[in-house]
């Protein structure tokens, strides 16, 4: 979904003119962005937890070179979605996990022993 269907979609929804449903999603991504980059934990209910987490400086490696580097530490906005979200797609998450065990059935019939060889007359 774009952006700008996002805000269709929401000015139906919410019978708002376009305008202001553009105004309304733009406040509050404004509104998020401005919480967490404070570092404060902004949780929503029935949505989810915006939250930005530190991650320490190491070291890495060149994957085409191969030599040792330095990575600095960074931060990055991580989203937990709320209990209530997860639930309400439970479908989803059976099919997700229906795929899982489907690619895993022939590695398994795989590893099993192999046949009996026929015996010798």
């Known amino acids: 979904m774009t952006f700008k269907e996002l805000i269709a979609a929401y000015a139906t929804h919410t019978e708002l003119e376009p305008k202001v449903a553009e105004k309304a999603i733009r406040g509050l991504i404004e509104f998020i962005a401005t919480k967490t980059a404070k570092g404060d934990k902004l949780r929503l209910p029935g949505l989810g937890t915006f ?37 309400a797609a439970p479908a989803a998450k059976k099919a997700k996990a229906a795929k899982g065990a489907a690619k895993a059935a022939p590695k398994a019939a795989a590893k099993k022993a192999p046949a009996k060889k026929a015996a010798k007359k």
């Open 51 to 87: 939250e930005v987490k530190k991650r320490p400086a190491r070291a890495g490696r060149n994957p085409q070179t191969g030599a040792a580097i330095k990575i600095k530490a960074s931060s990055r906005l991580t989203f937990k979605q709320a209990a209530t979200l997860a639930a």
